[in-house]
């Protein structure tokens, strides 16, 4: 279990998602960096849509009150345990007592914390989603604050060989927590902050917008505006318009779906996005490339290069088989004497 003793900007319970309820008008939430919140699972010995604790920009101080293993991927949001530095992107055995905090975000801007076994709350509708705005899922359907408790699930088969490894290898020491001596290779993560542009394809109504908004699009950079959430990011820039009015009939909406309302300014779609939507779409965000776009801060500028729905595929299909490489490379560290 964990007491929260700060709750921080925003922190709260996810999973991948709540997917089969959006023809009743209910959204899909979830985390929005799937990838590291699917890394971070691994490296605790979950299932890889095992509930994370999504940590925003000013992140929380937590307490353990039990031993457990952890690890935090994503933003690097300085992260410390009894004021010492850890390791993103590594497994760590933190020992009862111990406190969590987290600093200045140096990269990125949402944090996954996984422990072993996930997070013992409630299934709503399939999923452990935190639907904010509409009070469901997740720690009681809210953010989590100062004063709440969250208790572990059972730990799996493979959670518990990692915890008897770094408990014998910590049995001796002093220091409140233990890093595991491997990692996830840095070279072998994708870009999630930093990149040149993140990449998309043409949205279904591309060629309703005019040459120029076309080649702006493109060639322009955005801002990310301070009236970005969860359910879209706002940009600042050359406002895109269409070659003639148009008045279009609401279809789905997915995760990365960039629409333009009638301002001109486009709004990125991610994880609570709304079910459908009446707004031009002029791209979609590449799979690959959401985590690029979901840890973007405010103020911070972002470009756009198109790819082609053959390539989207093919950078999709190699994301995946890394993620089976790294499973398996993690079951084989797990199974080392």
Known sequence: MIKVLKPGLLTSIQDLGRY??????????????????????????????CPTMEI???????????????????????????????????????????????????????????????????IIMDSYSTYLRGEIGGYHGRALQAGDEVAFGDS??????IMDKLVKANRDSSQSFMDANWSVATEMLPELTGRSA???????????????????????????????DRMGYRLEGPALHLKEPEELISEA????????PSDGNPIVLLADRQTTG???????VATVDLPCMA???????????FINHSEAQRLYLAREQYMRSLKNG????????
């Open 56 to 122: 925003s920009l000013l992140g929380p101080v937590i307490e353990f009150q039990q031993d457990a293993i952890i690890s935090i991927c994503g933003g690097n949001l300085t992260p410390t345990i009894d004021y010492k530095p850890i390791y993103m992107w590594r497994t760590i055995f933190v020992k009862k007592g111990s406190e969590l905090r987290f600093g200045p975000a140096e990269t990125g801007c949402r944090a996954y914390l996984a422990v072993a076994g996930g997070f013992d709350i409630p």
């Open 156 to 161: 799996s088969e493979r959670a518990n060989r």
């Open 198 to 228: 993140v990449r998309v394809t043409k949205g279904r109504q591309y060629e309703l917008f005019s040459e120029e908004s076309q080649k702006q699009f493109q060639a322009e950079s955005f801002r990310v505006s301070t009236q970005s």
């Open 278 to 284: 009446g707004y031009p779409k002029i791209a979609q």
């Open 330 to 337: 993690i079951l084989l560290k797990i199974g080392r004497n």
């Open 20 to 49: 089969g309820y959006q023809k009743y008008g209910v959204i899909a939430s979830g985390v929005m960096d799937p990838f590291s919140h699917r890394v971070a699972n691994l490296l605790v010995g979950n299932d890889e849509n």
């Open 253 to 260: 909406v997915s995760f990365g779906s960039v629409q333009v």
């Open 295 to 305: 840890q973007l801060k405010p103020g911070e500028a972002v470009r756009f290069e």
